[in-house]
């Protein structure tokens, strides 16, 4: 008799903790027009780890423009902290411009398109517009609070080092880090459709 007691108790409690979850069921989320994958999407915590949602982010431009993470949803996003300052960035830099140049405009099957969200840790603006310039990065994401090592992103994202990046895709997950070299390359082309 105990033992059907507790066992009652039990289901209910996981009855009642499972109504306050705030997770939709299949028919409110088809009455609702929201896919599966929005769902699965929605379900996903924040964070810096590969599966989690990429923290969002909004900086701005060298020409003052607030630009947020987010606005870039839709398409695989390359997150990357680099600094004019920094030799090791400086010489991944061309690698990126390449993947950039033969990826921007391909669809893949986690996004349509791709492009790089650049976030420097520059504290002298005239150095980091001039790395922009000299090292041809051509897409139009850039980003800094020109604070160096005390980078607001930075610190969100826990970097320690540079050149450090993350891959996210359509709904800003993260898919893979710190790619350089071919992986970057290898990543981009295993993801294509």
């Not at 939709?24 to 924040?46: C, F, H, Q, Y």
């Not at 800003?172 to 070299?181: D, K």
Request: a positive charge; glycine letters at 8%.
């Amino acid at each position: 008799m105990r033992i059907k007691k507790s066992t009652c108790v039990f289901v209910s409690l996981v009855i009642v903790l499972s109504a306050c979850s705030g997770r939709k069921s299949d028919k409110t989320a088809e009455e609702g027009n929201l896919s599966a994958s929005t769902l699965v999407a929605s379900n996903v915590t924040t964070g810096i780890e590969v599966g989690q949602r990429a923290p969002e982010l909004s900086f701005k431009s060298p020409e003052g423009k607030e630009i947020s993470l987010s606005s870039l949803r839709g398409k695989i996003v390359l997150i990357d902290f680099w600094a004019s300052w920094c030799g090791p960035c400086r010489m991944e830099n061309p690698n990126v411009v390449n993947v950039y140049k033969k990826y921007s405009d391909k669809r893949f099957t986690r996004g349509n398109g791709f492009t790089i969200y650049s976030v420097s840790l520059d504290t002298d603006k005239s150095a980091w517009t001039n790395g922009i310039k000299t090292d041809g990065l051509l897409w139009q994401n850039h980003v800094s609070d020109l604070q160096g090592w005390n980078s607001a992103p930075a610190a969100l994202y826990k970097v320690q080092a540079i050149p450090t990046n993350f891959l996210i895709d359509s709904d800003g997950i993260i898919i893979a880090t710190n790619l350089r070299s071919e992986a970057l390359g290898q990543m981009m082309e295993s993801l294509l459709r």
